[in-house]
């Protein structure tokens, strides 16, 4: 029916607004409650994004990585699974693009092709250890996968400090990428580089998937009602698992896009926690591959406008995790405006039966 | 050989590092008997155990600490429960969000107490006392081992039999155990599912905040950033294997705690260290696998016996 999508898109505008209005109002609240110079850090925080050129930039750049664990996690949930993966494959990811883009000469283009495409072979390979570990034995993969990112990231440090490590450096990074490897910068005065462009193809690319073919079709129809789809012929399990495959390697080529676009060098210590936000961003994109864009943009603003409040003022930057963990608390509320959007359905319920002034209201 | 104080050692350490394991794994069994999936055990263990330190050196006591730490996860518990029983989000998003919130919102409170990121060395905080068990500490070899631990482990191990009889053995207990059942049921007679799965949830809190102020002021004296590292996660794994049965979830507490402890020795020696780190996450991984396997044979036996006595 249609009047009844107008009233589901309406209601989850609604919730939108709810979460990102109630999430600003905590900024101000923390800000206004413990900084000594609040309207420094409010004009730093909203309006510092905007100032420069190079700032703009940032928000561009601080969006890509989030697309491709945004566009993994829409995937895995849309399957009805819970895998915590995207975390981990993102982080394997960038180990993989690090080993060919140090030490397997090849010529440039092609480069950073193979880099990213080890990097997504690596992140689906990751991915599939609990998908396996559910479809074979029922072992709950919200467990394997959050135990394996743990794995994950003391792995690719200690490949990095045994193997890759650059001895001149004091703290730990690896030994310089060949700049045949590096995925250039596609607009002068920033960094915001080509796999930004990769990341809007892959979000063109899913949504084709999960709307345009059979495939993602079934993975729907699975992630809805796995009994359904069992009983109507689809190879539930099949589906479960290739979801989760696809998603690691998205995430896995992420992690390579970040590492090659943005570094010269492998320099993290620990996972840096895209797959986390990505979840955050998946919600706010009300799981539409389409709208992963607009919400990682946002996403991104927010982290660029934390970033700039820390450094201006004396509010720390760890306020924006806050507010991710807040708005994915209010967008997951399946119930929060329930009441009213049930009024509007039995309302244009009404209207449509011709019932309108025969019904008190009471 | 491997000398004998080395083996006291061990064992020492092996009933240190199972404390907060247990403690949190104890909670989520009470959460799991009444159908609910804690996944921000993490978060809120992360949470207590800074607000453990900041009541204590606020406070200037013990007592101080207990209340904000225990006050801290009864109030991160309370917003899980509210929005996954009453604005019925997911429980795995829910216990996603608390686990983000309590990252960001543990170092943004430290930096504002004591203006760093990473420890709160800076403070001055109370820690739970060590005890020595009168009779036991003379024993020779078992003094040495079961003695002269924190007096939140041995309340940890308290709490092993206490939540045993009040699962098996209170109304409450089997009200809980009722809505884990069959919910449907128990609210045809009359249970308030939501209740019960409410305070259910509260109860958890509490434990896994006792397990995250140990990590604080038992474990450690101070609270550094990000200090739980997933024991949290673990312990939900631990009462997964061990049935969401108390005597079960110690059992696999100290199965997992035990590669925790043996990660600590190895440390010393020539073995690269993230590999050491590695340790108890595969071993987690590797026990639920053994276990998934050993309960999916059951039920399959299970199924072929009935079929038989049907056939029959």
Redesign the interface.
Known sequence: MDSNKRIHLIVDMAKLMIAILVSCGLVTAIVLGTSSEPMNAFFSFFIGPFTSFRRIGNIVEAASPLMFTALAVILIFGAGQFSMIAEGAFFIGTLGAMMVATSVPLPTGIHSAVALLVAAAMGATVALIPALLKMKWQVSEVVTSLMLNYIVQFFSIYMVSYYFREVSSSSLASIAFLDTSLLPVIIGGTRIHAGIILAVILCLLIYFLLFRTTFGMKLRIVGNNPKFANYSGIKVTGIMVASQVIAGALAGMGGGAELLGMYTRFKWTSSPGYGWTGIAVALLARNNPLLVPLAALFMGYLNVGANIMARNSDVSSEVVKIIQGVMILMIAAEALLKKWKQRMIVEAAKAETGMKGDVVND | MIDYSFIVDFLFMWIRVATPILLTSLGAVICERTGV?N?GLDGIMLISALFGVLGSAWGGNLFWGLAAGVGAALIVSG?FAY?HL?????A???G??????????T??VL??ATGE?GSSSSLKSFSFPAVNIPIIKDIPVLGDILSGHNVITYFAFLMVIVITVFLYRTPMGLRMRAVGENPSAASSVGQNVVKIRFLAILLCGVMAGMGGMYLSMGYLSMFTRDMV??RG??A??AC?MGQANPVGALISSMVFSFFDGLSNILQLLQI?S??V??LP??A??LG??VY??Q??RQKNKKNKEIQQNVIK
Not at chain 2, 86 to 90: E, F
Not at chain 2, 96 to 105: E, P, R
């Open positions: 999936v996944l917003v929005f009453m604005l019925k989000a997911n795995v998003l829910c996603t969000a608390v686990n983000t919130i309590a990252g960001g919102l170092v943004f930096q504002l990121k590292a997933g996660f673990i939900l794994a997964a690269p993230e590999f780190q590695m996450y595969g987690t991984i639920l696998t998934s396997i309960k999916q």
